[in-house]
């Protein structure tokens, strides 16, 4: 039997060459709007120990441990490779996401001898789209070209799209390109609005809307089965789609957790680990905050 993963995703740069639209890095002050890592940056000592903790307590609990390694972008990291050399001599799983603009084909090559078999670049659209998402005028066919390297050597890629109401109509698009790239697996992500402005965020979309994409990508999924893996991944995505043994098992407990509370109405966070009824590649199933009311 598999074990179950456990993982960490550090942001470990604020750091970026892009500077996106949607990043909520933008959004947490001046000091980062123009994406310019500040002094707090961990340094590599500081990284090792939180490596460390990982790998112990994932040892400690019969986990096994992944580190994804995000930013800004990593890749703007100095000590970057340092420190995939460290997760490679523990021989722990350790993913990139990434906007992919970075990786040339020697770069593609280090990355994979440094023990990364797998990575996340981000498509937000077709060329002009994903460009002005991105905020410049190189980031996607240098993304491209990053897919195609990473491909070459082997990592498996998996394309994210930020579905925003500028991008929506490009949900097809994205698929193919991914597929021209050799990329094997496709996933969509709900925006974040601006705390601000919630709702009213030009770029939110939707429940309504959501739902619709929802059957979409469900479309979607069947009409590019063999070439390429669409995932529905989005927790709200997985509670919609259709009847699993993981989603029936999951109503049971919040309707038996209903009629036993006293308590007036709280929160609460269902785990639940079944390989054969997941959408997603990875193992877990989350079904986060259920309102449950008295």
Known sequence: MNKRKFFIQWDSTNDCNLKCS????????????????????????????????????????????RFQISGGEPLMRKDLMKILDYTLSLDMETKLLTNGTLISENKAKELYKKGVKKLQ??????????????????????????IKNCSKESILVNVSMTLMQSNKKDLEDVIINSISGGAEIVGFQSYVPNKNLGINDPEFINAKET???????????????????????????????????????????????????NEGGYNFLIYMTNQDDCSESKPDNFYPDFDLVK
């Open 22 to 65: 949607h990043c909520y890095h933008n959004r947490e002050g001046e000091s980062n709007v123009n994406h310019v890592q500040g002094d707090n940056l961990m340094n590599f000592s500081e990284v090792k120990t939180m490596i460390d903790d990982l790998n112990n307590l994932t040892q400690r609990w019969n986990f096994s441990p």
């Open 121 to 146: 670049i981000s498509l937000d659209g077709n060329k002009e789209t994903h460009n002005k998402i991105r905020g410049k005028d190189y980031a996607y066919d240098h993304a491209i070209k990053g």
């Open 211 to 261: 739902h619709n994409l929802f059957l979409d990508i469900r479309k979607l999924r069947k009409k590019y089965q063999g070439k390429i893996n669409v995932l529905e991944t989005e927790v709200l995505w997985q509670i919609m789609q259709w009847d699993t043994k993981l989603k029936k098992e999951a109503i049971k407990i919040i309707k038996k957790i209903q009629l036993s509370t």
